[in-house]
């Protein structure tokens, strides 16, 4: 993860930094972003493993969404439905208002609220347009349990 200063913030703000050493599942409903939902699944670190079967099976968890520069994608102290995955993303992390971190490249959003159920610890801002994946949480967890190999090594 980079930050604009260099610096790691401890901040519980729900953010990971996909390395392709986990692998998470997905669902998808693609809208005309000029770049397909497979494509954008395609794109990120964590689904390089999976077959094409698999990604398929993801792709019923998933939309792909255009977010434009300034939108709010998740909002402090609200909890949160789905799980984001910014494919080339410039994003802003704020707690109670004030920038905690700036945050570039491929970002997964979202995951320890997925895990544990809080509500959002910030609100995160984008700062460039830029495609996500968003992963509905719901149909994430089904995926999960009717297909152990997309799960979390490790997790119930």
Known sequence: MRHKKGYTPMVVVMLWVLTGSSVWA???????????????????????????????????????KKGAKGEQII?????????????????????????????????????IEFLDGPAASADVFLLSDTDYIALDNALLKKIM???????????P
């Not at 689904?47 to 998933?62: G, I, N, W, Y």
């Not at 402090?76 to 992390?93: E, Y």
Request: no cysteine; charged share 20%; net charge negative.
């Open 26 to 64: 997905v669902h998808a409903a693609a809208q005309d972003h000029g770049i397909s939902l497979p494509a954008a699944l395609d794109r990120v670190a964590i689904f390089s493993t999976l077959t094409d079967a698999e990604k398929q099976v993801l792709e019923t968890a998933a939309t792909l």
């Open 75 to 111: 909002f402090q102290d609200t909890a949160m439905k789905q799980m984001v995955i910014l494919l080339d993303g410039h994003a802003s992390v704020r707690v109670n208002g004030k920038q905690v971190a700036e945050l570039f490249g491929e970002i997964l959003l979202g995951e």
């Open 145 to 155: 349990d009717d297909h152990p190999r997309l799960g979390i090594p490790g997790h």
